[in-house]
């Protein structure tokens, strides 16, 4: 964020560092340990899912971008496995394999509340609206490059090192379109959440899916949406 002698100025890293801090918002309340990111950021040129689970998702409105987040398997089943136990979840029932559905749905429905608490914080903060369609997940044994098909006129992709309480580690990716948010006049985003009310939306909405397949939507639709990425 910088300064000039009336306005603030907020672009791409700002952006960033509020998505960033929707992770680990998300994460900390659901799993109940602490995730950490950091303090460097990567320029990149292309942004992909990589094994061995990649989570992406689709935004538009207020600026167009892609945001993906990559788990190797042990990172995926740490913050499954401590989610559930945290909801009351024997460990003897717990899924045994990150290849698993039930893994697969709960990864795919943290991403989901990530998303929503980043949209909600840009509605505050930056006063625009952005939408997102539903969160796709995909276990993966090679990388997948992604291509937007958004108009992206200045495109700008970074990557950022997440750290769990194990020290396993896992990547999130962003592309966006060059942007800046110029400050007119001040006024209260509004920053307040209560962590209770993101882990009992977060285990209302993985209750409805715990019974699914592993898709959010119609083969048609999943379908569409890979097309449309370039896969």
């Known amino acids: 964020m910088t300064t000039d002698s009336s306005h603030v100025v907020y672009g791409t890293e700002d952006v960033l560092v509020t998505l960033c801090n929707s992770v680990t918002r998300v994460l900390n309340v659901a799993t109940q340990s602490k995730i950490n990111y950091s303090g460097m950021v990567q320029r990149i040129t292309k942004i992909g899912l990589k094994p061995d689970i990649g989570c992406f998702v689709v935004f538009d409105g207020g600026f167009s971008g892609l945001v993906v987040l990559n788990f190797g398997a042990a990172t995926a089943m740490e913050i499954y496995e401590k989610y559930m136990l945290n909801m009351g979840m024997p460990k003897s029932e717990l899924a045994g394999s990150h290849t698993s559905d039930e893994v697969s749905n709960i990864m795919g429905e943290l991403m989901n509340q990530i998303v929503g608490d980043f949209t909600g914080k840009v509605r505050r903060e930056l006063q625009t609206n952005i939408t997102q ?18 108009p992206l006129d200045r495109p700008e992709m970074r990557r950022v090192t997440f750290y769990t309480d194990k020290n396993n580690i896992f990547y999130l990716e962003l592309a966006i379109d060059r942007t800046e948010f110029i400050k007119l006049y001040e006024f209260d985003a509004n920053e307040e959440l209560d962590p209770d009310a993101v882990l009992a939306q977060v285990s209302s909405q993985s209750a409805q899916t715990s019974g699914a397949t592993g898709t959010d939507a119609p083969a048609g639709d999943h379908d569409d949406l890979l097309k449309s990425l370039g896969m």
């Open 133 to 150: 369609n539903q969160p796709k997940m995909l276990v993966l044994n090679k990388q997948v490059m992604l291509n937007v098909d958004t």
